[in-house]
């Protein structure tokens, strides 16, 4: 392959890693390497539609004063992420304002951002965030389109299934077994007597198809993972006197409640369920919920000392139970994504590899430069048509 062809190739997939990335983070709630604004309030260092590189808060080791940070607002245009900076740090959170806004978000009705609030920090160089400007208009109009075409689509076919993170797996699964079938259908009559040359290597491949159907499976996988699990906040009034309702509990005393942790998926998983601020305790932190079922573990929420209302954080993460549960306990130990690495790892893995034992006949057919100068697609679809 020339350094030209290798050049572009990078390039086209550097450009759909950055499009999936933001399109994923908005399907998850969560930016997943990069993200963008939408508004003006943080001009002028990020402009409306505005990119830039989204490092998780598990790995930034900490959060200061002067970083630009994502989080879950609660209040702000009705709530949902919210990109602004952290002007103050105070006992019970972090005090959070827009760089072009007069006053604070908290000032404007907005409880203290805590740190099981902030899901991303901004990459900055030198103090100043790294920008990549006109990203999200990009992507917001790519994901307007996807959005209206699983829209038509579950409209046309009648199946509310194809919308959401979801549907847009059985889309991606569905093309590609589409432009497997195209490709073989027009390629029949040509494959006995086309000349292969091992020396180049171009032209539609097996394995990418296989490759393709190998990212969809993990996307699946990744969002059945992620997508129910996240943060619980619990809204305590820690009060002077006792009280029926389980969230206003007496100060200096504790309540303990029910987390509920169900399994909708045909696939047993396990949860772990962990106190995420001061005041709380979770026991046990590993579940195993089986198909399509629920267990649940007991929260005990504790009071402060100091009337007020406060807010309690506990975080779940989940992962489906195909390794063992000793393993998935290791790796949990190492970080929170360690096991969703390993699992979309083996089941990657074991598609790819199972593609390349059945379809080793036909995998990433390597052509002579003549069989290059066949007519384009299109052309070949309307010849089969009207010969």
Not at 72 to 98: K, P, S
Not at 120 to 129: E, F, R, W, Y
Not at 274 to 292: C, M
Request: glycine share 10%; net charge negative.
């Amino acid at each position: 392959m020339s350094p030209k062809r290798t050049l572009t190739l990078a390039l086209q997939l550097a450009a759909v890693v950055v499009v999936v990335a933001l399109i994923a983070g908005q399907l998850l709630g969560q930016p997943v390497l990069l993200s963008f604004v939408e508004t003006g309030s943080m001009q002028p260092t990020l402009d409306p539609g505005d990119g830039f590189v989204a490092i998780p808060t598990a790995l930034t080791g900490g959060l200061d004063a002067g970083d630009v940070v994502t989080f879950d607002a609660q209040e702000i245009q009705g709530g949902g992420l919210t990109t602004h900076r952290i002007v103050d740090e105070t006992e019970r959170g972090y005090i959070t304002r827009g760089d072009n806004n007069p006053f604070t978000d908290q000032d404007g009705g907005e409880p203290v951002v805590q740190e099981a609030d902030v899901v991303a920090k901004a990459l900055t160089v030198g103090g100043s965030v790294v920008v990549i400007p006109y990203l999200g208009t990009v992507a917001m109009a790519v994901q307007s389109g996807i959005g209206s075409a699983q829209t038509w689509l579950a409209v046309t076919f009648g199946v509310r299934s194809l919308q959401g993170t979801q549907g847009l797996a059985y889309i991606l699964f569905g093309l590609s077994v589409v432009a497997y079938a195209v490709d073989w259908f027009l390629t029949r009559n040509s494959r006995g007597t086309r000349e292969r040359d091992r020396s180049r290597e171009d032209g539609t491949s097996v394995l990418a198809i296989v490759g393709v159907l190998a990212l969809v499976l993990m996307a699946t996988a990744t969002a059945a993972m992620v997508v129910p699990a996240g943060t619980q906040e619990y809204g305590v009034v820690s009060a002077e006197f006792e009280s029926d309702n389980p969230t206003v509990i007496e100060r200096g005393t504790s309540q303990q409640l029910e987390y509920v942790v169900p399994n909708a998926g045909l696939v047993p998983v396990y949860a772990y369920v962990t106190p995420a601020s001061p005041g709380v305790e979770v026991s046990p932190q590993r579940l195993a919920v089986g198909s399509r079922g629920e267990a649940s573990t007991t929260v005990t929420l504790a009071a402060p000392d100091e009337t007020g209302y406060y807010r309690l954080f506990v975080v779940e993460h989940r992962y489906l139970a195909v390794l063992p549960p000793d393993v998935i306990d290791e790796l949990y130990g190492l970080h929170p994504w360690a096991p969703l690495v390993a699992i979309n790892g083996l089941l990657g893995g074991a598609i790819a590899g199972t593609g390349v034992v059945l379809l080793r006949g036909e995998p990433a057919r390597i052509r002579s430069r003549e069989s290059r100068a066949k007519p384009p697609l299109h052309r070949r679809i309307l010849r089969e048509i009207y010969k």
